[in-house]
């Protein structure tokens, strides 16, 4: 495998995760590129979730963040273009996020600081509540200028098929497939169903071994065994 490129990246974390979570990420893909050109966006779960609560509103925090933080890169490392790497309901903020068009009241021109994408296990077709607010708006905005302009990976991992009648691992799969989608009888990454991850216009790469939550002892995006299976489309 070539070496990858060594634009500088900002770690965008999924919904309900926080930046400590993606350490790990960090540290691995450190492995590829100087440690100082990868930033974790600082999202806390309070940017989800607000206080009082308001999940509604959770992409406007975020987006908030991320901004801050590419804005950040961008001056550490002038002219030349971030890459964002975003994990789960992160990638779909950071969609709207570069889409450069209104959404709730806040708008974002990062202009040419970003010019790629690659999110994780990001659910682009759902119809969860809440993950949904953020798909409706990326599909009526989406057009083949923003591909011109943003390169697009969606990565996910196929690694667990969901089952009603299967084993207890199938069945979970099962429910959390049929949570984001209507079918359930499908192959993913534990949390998310595979086929809810294709966008049409990005370059959709389905890897083996990869689990969906960033915890101790598996092997998700974000370890070393993760990472390696997507680093070459980085």
């Known amino acids: 495998m070539t070496a990858p490129p060594q634009n500088p990246v900002v770690i965008i974390p999924g919904v309900l995760f926080w930046d400590s979570l993606y350490d790990s990420m960090k540290e691995?893909?450190?492995?590829?590129?100087?440690?100082?050109?990868?930033?974790?966006?600082?999202?806390?779960?309070?940017?989800?979730?607000?206080?009082?609560?308001?999940?509604?509103?959770?992409?406007?925090?975020?987006?908030?963040?991320?901004?801050?933080?590419?804005?950040?890169?961008?001056?550490?490392?002038?002219?030349?273009?971030?890459t964002l790497v975003a994990h789960s309901g992160g990638g779909t903020v950071a969609m709207v996020y570069l889409l450069e068009q209104r959404f709730q009241g806040?708008?974002?021109?990062?202009?040419?600081?970003?010019?790629?994408?690659?999110?994780?296990?990001?659910?682009?077709?759902?119809?969860?509540?809440?993950?949904?607010?953020?798909?409706?708006?990326?599909?009526?905005?989406?057009?083949?200028?923003?591909?011109e302009r943003c390169q697009v990976v969606s990565v996910v991992s196929d690694k667990y098929y969901g089952n009603l009648h299967g084993s207890f691992v199938e069945k979970m799969c099962f429910k959390f497939y049929s949570s984001v989608i209507n079918d359930g009888n499908v192959a993913g990454d534990g949390i998310v169903p595979a086929m809810s991850c294709f966008l049409e216009g990005a370059e959709n790469i389905t890897i083996p071994d990869a689990e969906h939550l960033p915890t101790p002892h598996t092997r998700w995006y974000g370890t070393k065994e993760g990472v390696e299976q997507w680093i070459q489309w980085l």
Request: charged share 25%; no cysteine.
């Open 106 to 147: 806040d708008i974002y021109h990062s202009g040419r600081l970003v010019g790629k994408l690659i999110t994780l296990g990001t659910p682009f077709h759902t119809h969860e509540r809440y993950a949904k607010i953020k798909t409706d708006f990326i599909f009526s905005h989406l057009n083949d200028k923003f591909f």
């Open 28 to 82: 691995a893909l450190a492995g590829y590129i100087p440690k100082e050109r990868v930033a974790v966006a600082p999202v806390s779960l309070v940017d989800w979730i607000g206080f009082p609560p308001s999940p509604e509103r959770s992409t406007n925090r975020v987006m908030k963040v991320v901004d801050r933080t590419v804005r950040q890169m961008g001056q550490k490392f002038p002219g030349e273009p971030i």
